[in-house]
């Protein structure tokens, strides 16, 4: 669904720090649309993001978070040439996983 997730990874050699824009709606379920009518909830409920098979990142969401959201965390390990894979599920049953390299 959608665009590519903007991922970017760099490595300090101790650290990876992991940037994410991930391109999604994320609608409440609480607006109208033109008409009156109410706008269906359509929000990421899911995010993962993995390294060398290894969770790094697990969050739940709901419809308090924005669209189009950007995510930024760091973790212990990962070197350059190494991939952090990012994946996503809402609550539509749509998915997404995009991955990188590490810089």
Do not use: C, Y
């Amino acid at each position: 669904m959608g665009n590519p997730m903007k991922i970017r990874a760099r490595s300090d050699g101790e650290n990876t720090e992991v940037k994410v824009l991930v391109s999604h709606p994320m609608e409440t379920g609480q607006r109208r649309n033109e008409r009156g009518e109410p706008i269906a909830a359509h929000f990421i409920q899911r995010i993962t993001v993995t390294h060398g098979g290894r969770v790094v990142l697990a969050a739940q969401w709901g419809t308090a978070v924005s669209a189009n959201p950007f995510v930024s965390f760091r973790f212990r390990g990962g070197v350059r040439g190494e991939t952090v894979e990012v994946a996503w599920q809402d609550n539509r049953g749509d998915s997404r996983t995009d991955a990188a390299l590490i810089s």
